[in-house]
C-alpha cells in the first residue's frame, strides 16, 4: 500500500539531518531508494510503500533522539543510525558522572567533589543552597541539572533568575529599554544556555516561556508549579525578595540557589536575605546546603589564586578591626554611636 509521511523537525537545525548542501539527505535517499523523499525547511517527506515508510520514520526517530540527547551528530554517527539495526549512538558517549552534552556534544560533568555532592542532593531534596566564591560551577552545574530535567521531562519549564543589583552602575542610565538594562545583569545565564541548548531549540523555548529568564523582581505574586527554578546571585537579595522567592515553590517543583555571601553588593542599610535563610533553613528536611570552596575553582588557575588573595585581604581586615575594638573601645563605642 503507498502512502505519504510528512514528519516535522520541531527545535532541531535541518542542517543536522540534511548535512550541508543536503549531502546527508542524498545519502538518506540512497538508502531507500524505492521511497520519494523531499526535505525542506522544517519538514521532511517520504512517499511509497507502507513498509519502507515505516522504516524510514525509524530512522529519523533514531537520528532526533541522537541530537535531542547529545546535541551533536557527527557524519560517522549518522551512516550508522541510517545502516545499523537499532544503533543509538557510541557506547563511549555514556558515563555516570555526565549531566547532559552540550551543543557542541562535549559532555558536561561533575569536576570537583562538591559538584558531585549537589548532583547527589538533588536526587532527594526539593531546595539546595549551593554557596561560595566565583568559578565554582555552582550556577553552571545547577543549569546543567535544570536543562537534563527538562529533557527527561521531570519539570515543564526553566525559571532562571537573578536580584538586579547595582554594584557601582546605575540602571536609569543604562540605555534602552527595561529589558535591555536588566539583559546584562542576566546575560551569564544566557550563556549557560546557549552551552547546552541548541540556540534554535532555545529560541523555540524562550518564545514558548519554556525557558524564563527574568530578574527577581518580577517573580512576586507566581506559584511555580512543575519547575525546575534558579535564583542566582542570591546573596544580593533583600530580605523580604528572598523570603518571596522560596514561597513561589509549587507543586513538583525544583530550587536551587547559588550565591558567594562575601560578594553582598546591597546598600548597607539592606541585609542579605541568603544570610538569614541559610541561618534559619538548614535543619529543615528537603533543604541541602552545599559549600563551595577554592578547592572547587574550574576557571583558569589565576582565578583560585586570585580568590584566596582576596580570602586572605579580608581575614586581615578582619583581624585588625577587632584589635582595634579591643584596644580602643571607647573608639568604637562612638563610631557606634
Do not use: C, W
Amino acid at each position: 500500500m503507498m502512502m505519504e509521511k510528512l514528519i516535522i523537525l520541531e527545535g532541531i537545525d535541518p542542517v543536522d539531518i540534511y548535512g550541508v548542501n543536503d549531502t546527508r539527505l542524498e545519502k538518506m535517499k540512497g538508502f531507500f531508494p524505492k521511497l520519494k523523499i523531499v526535505g525542506r525547511g522544517n519538514e521532511l517527506k517520504a512517499n511509497g510503500e507502507e513498509t519502507e515508510i515505516l522504516k524510514f520514520e525509524e530512522k529519523i526517530g533514531q537520528l532526533i533522539t541522537h541530537l535531542e540527547k547529545y546535541n551533536y551528530l557527527t557524519n560517522n554517527d549518522f551512516e550508522k543510525i541510517i545502516v545499523e539495526n537499532g544503533f543509538k549512538g557510541s557506547g563511549s558517549y555514556e558515563s555516570p558522572d555526565i549531566i547532559i552534552y552540550g551543543t557542541s556534544g562535549k559532555p558536561i560533568k561533575a569536576l570537583t567533589p562538591n559538584q558531585m555532592l549537589m548532583i547527589e542532593k538533588y536526587q532527594s531534596n526539593d531546595l539546595i543552597f549551593a554557596i561560595g566564591p566565583a568559578g565554582t560551577g555552582k550556577t553552571y552545574t545547577a543549569i546543567a541539572l535544570a536543562v537534563r530535567a527538562l529533557k527527561n521531562r521531570e519539570v515543564k519549564r526553566i525559571v532562571l533568575s537573578r536580584p538586579a543589583v547595582e554594584t557601582g552602575e546605575s540602571l536609569g542610565f543604562l540605555p534602552g529599554d527595561m529589558k535591555e538594562k536588566i539583559d546584562p545583569y542576566l546575560q551569564p545565564l544566557y550563556d549557560a544556555l546557549y552551552d547546552m541548548i541548541p540556540p534554535k531549540r532555545l529560541d523555540d523555548y524562550m518564545h514558548d516561556n519554556v525557558v524564563q529568564i527574568a530578574p527577581l523582581a518580577y517573580m512576586r505574586g507566581r506559584t511555580l508549579d512543575n519547575a525546575f527554578v534558579i535564583l542566582d546571585e542570591a546573596q544580593n537579595a533583600t530580605l523580604n525578595q528572598f523570603k518571596m522567592f522560596v514561597t513561589r515553590m509549587g507543586t513538583n517543583s525544583k530550587f536551587i540557589i547559588t550565591g558567594d555571601i562575601t560578594q553582598i553588593d546591597l546598600p548597607r542599610k539592606q541585609s542579605s536575605g541568603l544570610l538569614l535563610a541559610l541561618r534559619i533553613l538548614q535543619n529543615i528536611e528537603g533543604i541541602s546546603i552545599i559549600e563551595f570552596n577554592t578547592g572547587d575553582i574550574s576557571r583558569h588557575k589565576l582565578v583560585k589564586q586570585i580568590v584566596e588573595a582576596y580570602d586572605k585581604l579580608d581575614r586581615k581586615n578582619e583581624n585588625e578591626s577587632s584589635l582595634e575594638k579591643v584596644l580602643n573601645p571607647d573608639n568604637q563605642q562612638n563610631i557606634d554611636k
